[in-house]
Every structure is written in C-alpha cells, then in structure tokens.
C-alpha cells in the first residue's frame, strides 16, 4: 500500500491540476490511498477536492480531512499520517505535479533496498502563469532539485536548481537529505524518529521542519537517496529562473522580498534551530571560521535588505532551552558517527 497525503491551504489554483496527476498514476489504484489535509482553506479547496471525492471509486481509500485551524505544512502531513495506512507515504504539496509513473517507479526503487528512509525525486520547474490549460504532459527541462546538499559552513542548497536538464542527474545517488516538495518517506523510518511522540518540531510551523526532520533520519542511520526514475514538476514560488552573478543576486533579493516577512523569519530562526539540534559539536567546532564567516555575512545582509527579520530573535532565545532539550534526546539515539556525516558536507 502507497499512501498520498496531500495537505493544502488555499490552494484552489493549483488543486486539480496536482489531483488530475494523481488519478493518472499507472500503480495500480487499489494499492494506493489518498487523504487530503485541508488545513482550514478559506478559498474553493473543499469544494474542489469534495468533486474529485464523489467521482473517484477505485482508490484503496480517498479521504478529506477539514483541519479548524492552519496547522502549517508538516505538522499537516503528521496529522494525516495518524490515519493512513500504506508502507510508503508520499508527502505531496498542492503545487506539485507527477508524473504518471511516479508511484511505480518509487515502490521498485523503494522496494531494492530496505534502509532507503526517503527518497528523492527528480523535480523540474513548472509555472501555472504559463501552463496550456489543454496540455496533459510537461516536457523535462529546468531542474528545481534533485536534493539538498550542505556545505561546511552550513548553507543548505538545493542541488540543480534553475540547471538545464542535459543528463547530468541521470544516476541514482545518496543525497545528504531530500527536499520537502515531494519526498516518498519509509512508514518505518519515520516512525521511528519520533522525539516525545512527534515526527514533526511544531515550533517550527512554516519552515525548515522538513530539513529538521531530515537531518535527523540521516542521523538515526536511514538512507536518503535520489532517484531519475522518480519525476514531478514544482511552481516554485521564488527564484525560479535567477541568475547566479551580481544581477541575479539583486534578483535574488527582489524576490526574497515577495516572500511573507513571517516566512522570513521563520527561515532564519528554523534553520539554526536544526543545526542545533542535530549537527555534532566536533563536527561545528572544525568547521567553526567557515561557520562563524557565514553567519556575519548573513548578519550583515539582514541589516541591510530585511531588518524587520531580526525581531525574530526574541522567539529564537525564547525557544532555545527547549530545542537544547530536544537535542540531548536526539543525540542519545543518534545511530551515524560524526565522521559518516561529515562526508556530506561539502
């Protein structure tokens, strides 16, 4: 059994589009089953996902869960995992678009070696602006990401993105942890990263708790891996098609604007808030100048362009006693050493 949890907020644009992909898969629909999280949407969602609900029988189990409030994106899918069943569970977004062989080729790539905890598929740019409303196939050719990759000063990246596709991310590969858009997560794996019966940090509510999760399955010795085979398209809402030099970077910085300020701010404390919770402190400590270089960077980029993001510094010493807490329980069942991760920093 494969299970879908789909979780959405306010995401009536993109809802048929990312359903009509699900109906299409070509694993068989009575292995599959699909539960939509709607986490308190305020726009046509239920309506929407009702429809599809009422014309589709031959699924294992089609539900629609109605959250009373906004629970944020993966505390969303812990909750939809409470009531689903299948062996592998595919964490899809609303603005996601499979491929129709996604599930099958997952399940055999899944199924070839136990101690996969998450795969990775490969995920290709796509825009709702300019999709022909009568096209059924979208055609490969901008990578979005086929992972995340860490640096030794700690900058988390997404491998590929805004590359064209020339064959260069055709072979399968470890990847230090995969990107939330999409991952295909072992049921076992991620039961077994519970930290006081949670899968997800709900402090985290908006961003990073993917990472946060992922990091720590890496840590308790599951394997996370990308695989060609796998394939979807992501409307990534910023940085799609920036450029890597000094006009792209003022780009870069236009775009991030867009980006609610919450979200911001979120991005800066959740992201520390992982690398101290999971990353060792031998491990910290060599890299330290490399660490402490970025982290002045970013200190000076912040006073620059977004100032108001700082105010989220009352929340991040608020919560830090708790994430120490949380991490004296994650390095005490932590299974890989400080030398295996550290062949992932680059």
């Known amino acids: 059994m494969v299970t879908i949890n789909l979780v959405v907020y306010d995401g009536e644009k993109y809802l048929r589009h990312v359903l009509d992909s699900v109906l299409a898969q070509t694993y068989p629909h009575e292995l599959i089953e ?16 009702t429809s599809y609900k009422l014309r589709t029988t031959n699924f294992a189990n089609f539900s629609l869960v109605e959250s009373r409030e906004n629970l944020g994106m993966w505390p969303g899918q812990e909750k939809a995992l409470e009531s689903s069943h299948g062996k592998y569970v595919v964490a899809l977004s609303v603005d996601i678009i499979l491929d129709k062989d996604f599930v099958k080729n997952t399940v055999e790539a899944m199924e070839k070696d136990e101690k996969i905890g998450a795969l990775q598929p490969k995920l290709y740019q796509w825009s709702l602006t300019n999709l022909d409303p009568s096209a059924h196939i979208l055609k490969p050719k901008i990578i979005d990401t086929v ?32 990107e939330g858009a999409v991952p295909v997560l072992r049921r076992e794996a991620l039961e077994s990263v519970r930290i006081d019966g949670r899968i997800i940090d709900h402090d985290y509510f908006w961003y990073g708790d993917d990472l946060d999760l992922l990091w720590r399955m890496r840590l308790f010795g599951w394997k996370q891996v990308y695989n060609p085979q796998v394939i979807a398209w992501h409307d990534r809402s910023t940085t799609k098609g920036v450029s890597h030099n000094w006009l792209g970077y003022f780009r870069r910085v236009k775009e991030r604007r867009k980006i609610p300020i919450k979200k911001r701010r979120l991005d800066w404390s959740n992201v520390r808030f992982t690398i101290i919770k999971n990353d060792y402190i031998i491990n910290m400590l060599k890299d330290l100048p490399r660490i402490a270089a970025r982290e002045i960077a970013v200190l000076g980029y912040t006073l620059l362009f977004e100032p108001m993001v700082l105010l989220e510094a009352g929340r991040f010493f608020r919560l830090l006693p708790r994430m120490l807490k949380c991490r004296a329980q994650i390095m005490k069942l932590a299974k890989a050493t400080p030398q295996e991760m550290r062949k992932w920093l680059k």
Do not use: W
């Open 34 to 49: 699909l539960n939509i999280f709607d986490n308190n949407s305020s726009d046509k969602t239920k309506e929407i996902a």
């Open 147 to 178: 992972g995340f990759q860490i640096f030794r000063s700690r900058k988390i990246t997404n491998i590929g993105h805004g590359q064209e596709d020339r064959g260069q991310f055709n072979e399968q590969k470890g990847v230090f942890a995969v």
